[in-house]
Each structure stands twice: as C-alpha cells, then as structure tokens.
C-alpha cells in the first residue's frame, strides 16, 4: 500500500505499536494455520484491520473472527481472507476482479500485493462509507463500482483473477466468461454453508474445478440494493 506524506501522519496518529504487535501474531497464527505465501503473511501485517471495522470493534480486530460491518454485513475472518488470497494466487501487476467490496479490507490486501483490482460492492451505504475510507487511506483500486456483481465488468474484462466474497448459490456462469485463459476464480458455492471452489479457465471452452472444504459468507444477493 502506497502512502502520500498526508496519509503517512493520519495512520501514524491511527495505528500505533500495539495494533502492529496485534497484526504481527495475527500473521504467525495464519502462517500456523497453514498459509504459506509470504507476501500474503506480509499483508497481514501491513494492512490495518482495525481501521476497516466500527472503532468500538477495533480491539477485536486481530481476533481470527468475522466482524458485523453496515447493512448487516460482514467483513470476512482473516484467516478465510488469506486463504481466499492464497487460492487466487495473484501475482503482481495481475488484473483482479472482486465481488463484494463490503468494508475493503480485502480489496487492500489485494492493493498490497500490487495487483490492479477491480471492485464492486452492491449495498449503496457500504460503497459510500468505503469509498471515503479509501479516500482517507489512500487506497487505490483501479476501479470502485457501485453495482451487481453478478454483472462483472465486461469493459474491463479479460481479468487474470476473479475472487467472489459472498456465498453464490451457483458458479456465476457470466462472470467465468470475463476470466482470461489461464485466469483463476475463487468462489464459495452454496446456501447456508458454502464450499471453497477455484475454478481455472484452461482454454476457452475449458474450465478445471476444485473444492476445498466448507466456509460461511453472507449471500450473494442479485441487483443492487
Ligand atoms: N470483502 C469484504 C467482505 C464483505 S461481505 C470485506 O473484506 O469486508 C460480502 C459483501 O458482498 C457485502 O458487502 C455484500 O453487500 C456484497 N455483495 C453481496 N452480493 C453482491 C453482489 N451481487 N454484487 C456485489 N456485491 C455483493
């Protein structure tokens, strides 16, 4: 993540030792629980959790937990955001699609790890309240959209990534056509419990499926709200 000299002192007076004491056994905790990708680990590390959940929330912020954010809304537990990250794979300078911006903390971790994301958030408060967030922060997603995720975003499509972070009842058919040959989408499929799924685009007509294991997210629900 990039900081202007402005930003630099708004983070400096927001974050301090003890949050990053916090962050640093966060990081260890999921290396433990077996992420293995280093700039992952680093990005744990680096991006300030608290600052992405309700002040009276921040002390809970370096907990392995889910935290309740606007609209009755989620941001997703550390561990499944790494380990989302760690199945998409993205490597620097890729073009990563998001579903699903809800408080941003993942579209930062994305921005971390250098990659060009794009993000859509379908909940109007949430795309507000986010996009000053980024704002203050100094996060810059390539795109933020207000919008159906389901949609994608065909004019900026092929992406290398596409990482879905709210439960599909299906895999979103449309979305797998925005993936470049040789892209990756990961996306929990299911209704009250989701499977992991990571789907590879490996020729035009070809898709490779994999499963890994049962996780909850808040649905993903159609149109905008
Ligand atoms: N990545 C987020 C997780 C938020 S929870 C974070 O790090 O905080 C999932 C989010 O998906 C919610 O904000 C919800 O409003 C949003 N969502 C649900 N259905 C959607 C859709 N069809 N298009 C875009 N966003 C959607």
New binding site residues.
């Given amino acids: 993540m990039e900081f202007s000299t402005i930003n630099l002192i708004l983070v400096n007076v927001e974050d301090n030792f003890k949050f990053h004491g916090r962050r640093r056994l966060l990081a260890l905790e999921l290396k433990k629980k077996g992420i293995v990708n280093k700039q992952i680990i680093k990005s744990i590390e680096s991006v300030p959790r608290h600052l ?1 959940v309700d002040p009276g929330l921040s002390e809970q912020a370096y907990v392995d937990k889910a935290l309740p ?1 606007e ?1 009755n ?4 537990q550390p561990y499944t ?1 790494a380990f989302q990250t760690q199945l998409l794979n993205p490597v620097s300078g890729e073009k990563i699609l ?10 930062s971790i994305l921005c971390f790890l250098k990659t060009d994301v794009y993000t ?4 109007h408060n ?1 795309f507000r309240s986010t996009t000053k967030l980024f704002n203050r922060l100094n996060i810059n997603p390539v795109r933020f959209k207000y ?4 949609k994608g975003l065909i004019d900026d499509s092929p992406f290398d990534g596409i990482l879905i ?2 439960g599909s009842q299906n895999v979103p058919e449309d979305l797998l056509k925005q993936l470049k040959v040789g892209g990756r989408m990961v996306v929990p499929i299911g209704k009250k419990i989701q499977v992991m799924t990571k789907i590879t685009r490996i020729s035009i007509n070809d898709f490779k499926k994999e499963t890994f294991g049962n996780f909850k ?6 149109e905008k709200d």
């Fill in positions: 992405f954010i609209s809304q989620t941001i997703s955001v998001e579903i699903g911006t809800g408080s941003g903390y993942q579209t859509i958030e379908r909940n949430l919008g159906d995720g389901y972070t709210a997210f808040v649905p993903m629900l159609k």
